[in-house]
Structure formats: C-alpha cells, structure tokens
C-alpha cells in the first residue's frame, strides 16, 4: 500500500513564499510519477504541476515562473516550491502519485494568501 502525505501549507501574505513537502511511501518512489493539484473553493481540481522520473517538469500557465516543482529521491519527497503567491493561488494543495498504472492521493495542505 503507498501512503502520500502533504506538509508545508499555511498562511502568507501575497508576494510570499511557502516549499511544499509530498511524502511517498513505498520503494518505488524513483519510477513514480507525481503531480500536484489545487482545489479552491466553489472551483474543480485543477492540476498546477508535475514531475516525472526522468525529471522531466509540467506547469499550468498561471503558475510558470513562480512554482518549482522538484524531487528528492533520497527522501521519497516531490517538493512544489511556491513564490511569489497571490491570492488567487488559495486552495487545498493535493499530491497524487503513479505507480504502475494506480493512482494514490494524499488528504492535501490548505495554503492560503491574504494580507
């Protein structure tokens, strides 16, 4: 069974910063896909970016320039690093990890940007 915990939200003022943790259980983390989604409210779950194995990286156009996502095998850890927020960027952070085909989702981390 793989387990995905999210770490890392919180409160921060617009134009701050926070570093997203998604935690993947499991030995196969350097084979797995992962990638991050948000869910405002009232809004659908939209996907904000996604890391491959081969590191290979995908961001929604809103985000480019302001989010890195990257990985840390050693750690089983994909880190989405969020700059310069705005209050649009408000929502339930949500990790998802492939493995083999199945898709595993975590409980998510709120992050919200309000002065």
């Known amino acids: 069974q793989v387990h995905v915990v999210e770490s890392g939200g919180g409160v921060v003022q617009p134009g701050g910063s926070l570093r997203l943790s998604c935690l993947v259980s499991?030995?196969?983390?350097?084979?797995?896909?992962v990638e991050w989604y948000r869910q405002a409210p009232g809004k659908e779950r939209e996907s904000v970016a996604s890391i491959t194995r081969y590191w290979s990286t995908n961001y929604r156009d809103s985000v480019k320039g302001r989010f890195a996502i990257s990985r840390d095998n050693s750690r089983n850890t994909v880190y989405l690093q969020t700059n310069s927020l705005k209050p649009e960027d408000t929502a339930v952070y949500y990790c998802?990890?492939?493995?083999?085909?199945?898709?595993?989702w975590g409980q998510g981390t709120q992050v919200t940007v309000s002065a």
């Open positions: 499991g030995s196969a983390f350097s084979t797995t896909y």
């Open positions: 998802k990890a492939r493995q083999s085909g199945i898709e595993y």
